[in-house]
């Protein structure tokens, strides 16, 4: 059975150029598409596609450099669409308010997210150290039934 998701990428890999290398994640309703500087010049044409493929996406940044400092940001640069970087994204049927200039978030860690939410018992107390939004704890709350979550 195809997702919607699956659909979306194969019909984006027939709108971008010839041996355009690019990976992209869609959190809330902002994509952040991370481009080799090689191909750099591409940026805008598979923003259009990205925005195509996705529906909800209504703004397109571009990752520059890689996640870095005290708190692991990322430098970004509007590409397409609305100029903001605040988005709620949905995950497990929890909702997180996220502003990607100010917090670190990788949509692709939900399912670790999830497992270790699993392993949650009842009535646990549980201290998320460097919590940023707050996603292991909330999931461990909801999903594991953990009595208290202490974010530091």
Known sequence: MKTAESTSRKELRLEIPDNTVASYDVIGDIAVLRVPAGHAIHTRCLAQAVIRAHRCVKAVFRQVGAVDGEFRLRGLEWVLGEKRTVTV?????????????KCYFSP??????????????????????????????????????ARKAVLC
């Open 108 to 145: 692709r860690l939900s399912f670790e997210r999830f497992r270790v939410a699993s392993l949650i018992q009842p009535n646990e107390v549980v201290v998320n150290m460097f919590a940023g939004v707050g996603c292991f704890s909330l999931l461990m709350a909801k999903l594991g039934g």
């Open 89 to 101: 994204h949905r995950e497990f049927g929890c909702l997180f308010k996220v502003d990607l200039e």
